[in-house]
């Protein structure tokens, strides 16, 4: 069992060195409008004289139909009745479908996780067949393995004993791509039962061959609950075999976390989201007067500021003026202490476009350009603000702008009240209307208002700084 702390700290980390992957069961698509497994096989178990409700083994029920129907002519109908009604995306689904997950594994037939990362604008390529495993659609942003089909041939889709008995003749190559992938990304198997023959058989082998070296996956499980069919007998006993289920999956390092509603599975995704993009974070600054510091001093305090940030963040900047090389100068100290030399995932440089007649255009171009920049980040950091206009020192309007932008996107404020300028209007707002501005950190106000006092020293503002955004990162 794993604590959901666990989870996003494991999980995010996946996510930011690319290897994260999905597994979605019916679960997933149940709250969007589709058919759980058990209400799908619901006529088709009173087809044949069976209760639905009394029964574990849903695929024989499947089997038991076609065996005594001479066909399974009415399950393809059924899957298609069920399958192409109107249904809405979830939120789970765009949650996922924002998050750099490049793998996403299915037992499901619809295509609702196909719907939500195109709708989250992503390149998909879908694999319903064997032979689709063999084309690679270029420029693509996350692919769909369909492990038991799809909706569009439901002739195809894996349903019956018979299906399961002979998947390794028709689909050992997505059997042999799912080995693969759980041997080098980390899963989150979401709206799963664990009750598939063919995952089970996945996973046993690569237990075999892995022994105590396989990579960690995790789950999610509601914990049982009362409710008007179940006595407390009832729960008691499925506690019980939950628990069994649970250790058992350690087996195959399938770390469960326990959840006492489903919802809280939606809040736990919303968690992640936030942990994710909240270590990347945006400097916006600029400016052509440093007073009452020297330059000098300034630069080094950005510098430094820049240093310690990056060893918890990917910072994002637009280079501004005074302030651009600064921040570089302090990234690339922390990585060459570390040995590191690749900029990626560690530092974003996103300068300006200068060259353009209509001064206006390039307005319009600063503008989608400050949007873009901000879409990459999960917190905001600002800092002084000036600049020379016609020889004398005015504020930096383009901070106004993304000050804006971060607050419409939803982002974390930090405005260093500090460093003066236009830091210290946004710092001066914030403060004014700290909920609205910063919700949900209602415990961090003392340290925000640290960072507007004028009359700490360099070092201790850094420090307050850097202990103020690690505190939002995992807020």
């Known amino acids: 069992m794993a604590s959901l702390e666990a989870f996003l700290g494991a999980y995010t980390s996946a996510l930011r060195n690319g290897n994260a992957a999905v597994f979605a069961g019916a679960g997933l698509s149940v709250p969007a409008g589709f058919v759980s497994w058990r209400d799908l096989l619901r006529e088709i178990a009173s087809d044949v004289g069976l209760d639905v409700d009394k029964e574990t083994d849903l695929v024989s029920v499947a089997q038991f139909h076609v065996n005594e129907h001479g066909g399974r002519g009415k399950l393809n109908q059924k899957l298609i009745s069920e399958f192409t009604a109107g249904s809405k995306i979830t939120q789970n689904h765009t949650i996922l479908s924002n ?9 499901n037939y619809d295509r609702l996780i196909e719907q939500a990362l195109e709708q989250a604008g992503k390149v998909v390529d879908v694999k319903l ?16 393995y369909k492990m038991h089909g799809d909706i569009s041939l439901p002739d195809q889709a894996v349903l019956t004993k018979d299906d399961y008995e002979r998947y390794n003749d028709r689909r050992q190559l997505f059997t042999t791509k799912l080995q693969g992938d759980l041997v080098g990304k980390t899963f989150l198997f979401i709206g799963f039962s664990f009750d598939d023959p063919n995952l089970e058989y996945i996973l046993a082998r690569i237990r075999v061959l892995l022994g105590e070296n396989q990579r960690p996956h995790y789950c999610f499980f ?9 006595s407390k007998e009832d729960v008691a006993y499925a506690s019980v075999r939950q628990d069994l289920r649970i250790r058992d999956l350690k087996r195959f390092a399938i770390n469960a976390v326990l959840v006492d509603e489903y919802s809280d599975i939606t809040d736990a995704l919303h968690r992640l989201k936030k942990r994710y993009w909240r270590e990347k974070l945006f400097i916006s600054g600029s400016t052509a007067e440093y007073s009452p510091r020297t330059e000098r001093s300034a630069l080094a305090f950005v510098r430094e500021l820049s ?5 918890s963040f990917e910072v994002i900047s637009g280079f501004g003026v005074g302030v651009g090389s600064a921040v570089l100068n302090g990234v690339l100290d922390h990585l060459a202490s570390q040995g590191e030399r690749r900029l990626d995932g560690h530092l974003v440089l996103r300068p300006f476009p200068q060259v353009e007649d209509n001064l206006d255009a390039l307005n319009v171009k600063w503008s989608s350009y400050r949007d873009s920049m901000l879409s990459l980040a999960g917190i905001a950091l600002f800092l002084f603000g000036n600049k020379y206009v016609d020889g004398k020192i005015k504020s930096a309007d383009g901070m106004y702008e993304e000050f804006d932008i ?17 830091a210290s209007e946004l710092w001066d707002r914030v403060m004014a209307d700290f909920d609205n501005f910063n919700p949900g950190l209602g415990h961090l106000r003392e340290e925000f208002a640290m960072i507007g006092r004028t009359n700490l020293d360099d070092a201790t503002l850094v420090n307050t700084v850097v202990k103020l955004v690690n505190a939002i990162r995992i807020a």
């Open 307 to 311: 240093r310690e940030l990056g060893k």
């Open 406 to 422: 971060a607050v419409k996107k939803g982002l974390p404020v930090v405005p260093v009240g500090a460093t003066g300028y236009v």
């Open 222 to 230: 509601k914990r049982p609950a009362a409710s008007d069919k179940d």
């Open 129 to 144: 067949t064997s032979v689709n495993l063999a084309i690679t659609k270029p420029d693509t942003d996350a692919i769909v």
């Open 99 to 107: 998050l750099p997950i490049d793998t996403f594994w299915t037992t």
